[in-house]
């Protein structure tokens, strides 16, 4: 129950006040006696009434953030990159107040409501900050969580090797520094296919239509929850191991170029993060190449990943796309800056490219220099 006192006057209520302690009723009393118009026999009247929490008025369960099933994070690459090389969520937990300005104002809507409804106006403007953080003291819902599982998309893991392919040199016929069957060798033993197998041929598929060479990689679809474990750099995974089908293959990411084929493959890698990226990071990555959804990989093998160390003496190098990655980043900056890079080899991060009909023959930019031959 809440004690207050009234002030009245000849049985009736005289001001709408109400006064917490009879100490505050008598020197407002004094007041009135003092005034410019003296007002005589007010009394102090102690009353009584059922005090009402605010607490009453909090939901049963609070989801604050509301998560559709058509809410993913397949716009934002970029920030997905950034998670599985950090090994942690924070990259997209940070745009949460971007993307949600006040999740919470459903529920602080609904509870002002009911409470002005029962004359709490008051309370509730008393107690805004209290029932703001007991919302999110009480909140169940997992943003992160759900908008990964929503978020189908492919990564691979490079295995820190460059297949060779064709060169054009200036005004010089075509050349290349190995053979395709050196280049399949060189795979075969990698992945440890036998050769003469129905892989090996599939191998030998892969380098004849990846015509300009590439990165050696095996795609798959990402599974978030393993590919982001939240550990530190010295208790991260040690090992990768690929059983099954997976798909594998030879990609050119600056000449938009390669080609992929479904190997069966049993075979176990040192684990490199640095290595573990998602497609459409690349600049010409196989969805655009292919012309195939990000959703490519779907239903099939994805890797197991172990903290124990593999047996093979096998080591594997960092991948060389992780710094071709950064550099894509930076011409697009300068581009969106208004600017733009001599030597980047993409037309439509330049202005005002012309055409030039002379020997020899090709595309300018005006701006940086940077030159297309025919």
């Known amino acids: 129950m809440r004690h207050f006192y009234t002030v009245q006057k000849d049985g009736q209520l005289f001001t709408q006040r109400h006064f917490e302690s009879l100490e505050e009723a008598n020197v407002y009393i004094t007041e009135m006696a003092h005034s410019l118009f003296p007002v005589a026999g007010l009394i102090a009247v102690e009353g009584q009434e059922e005090e009402c929490n605010w607490e009453d008025y909090m939901p049963a369960n609070v989801s604050i953030y509301f998560i559709n099933y058509d809410d993913d994070l397949k716009g934002h690459p970029d920030i997905l990159q950034q998670c599985i090389a950090k090994n942690e969520y924070y990259p997209i937990t940070e745009k949460l107040d971007d993307w949600w300005d006040f999740p919470e104002r459903y529920y602080m809507d609904e509870i002002c409501k009911s409470m002005c409804n029962d004359g709490m106006e008051e309370e509730y403007d008393k107690h805004y900050d209290e029932i703001r953080d007991w919302l999110w003291e009480h909140d169940d819902s997992d943003p992160v969580k759900d908008l990964l599982s929503n978020t189908r998309m492919v990564c691979y893991y490079d295995l820190g090797y460059e297949a060779d392919g064709w060169h054009e040199a200036f005004l010089c016929n075509p050349w290349r520094n190995t053979t395709e069957a050196q280049e399949v060798a060189n795979i075969r033993r990698r992945l440890g296919i036998k050769k003469g197998t129905p892989d090996d041929k599939i191998l030998q598929e892969i380098i004849a239509e990846a ?21 530190t750099k010295e208790d991260d995974y040690k090992s990768i191991r690929f059983n099954g089908t997976f798909y594998l293959g030879v990609v050119n990411t600056l000449n938009g170029s390669g080609w992929v084929e479904k190997v069966k493959l049993d075979c176990t890698f040192p684990f490199v993060r640095e290595n573990l990226i998602l497609s459409e990071m690349d600049h010409y990555c196989w969805e655009e ?51 733009c890079t001599y030597g980047d080899m993409d037309m439509h991060r330049h202005r005002d490219v012309y055409y030039k009909n002379e020997i020899p023959c090709g595309s300018h930019c005006p701006h940086c220099g940077t030159f297309w031959i025919d």
């Not at 172990?306 to 950064?326: A, D, F, G």
């Open 211 to 231: 015509s300009y060479g590439g990165n050696l990689r095996i795609y798959f679809e990402a599974n978030w929850d393993e590919l982001i474990n939240c550990k």
């Open 289 to 339: 190449i292919a012309g195939v959804c990000s959703d490519w990989c779907r239903n099939t093998e994805t890797p197991a990943f172990s903290y124990e160390k593999p047996k093979t003496k096998r080591q594997l190098s960092i991948s060389k796309q992780v710094e071709e990655i950064n550099r894509q980043a930076e011409y697009d900056r300068v581009f969106k800056a208004g600017g």
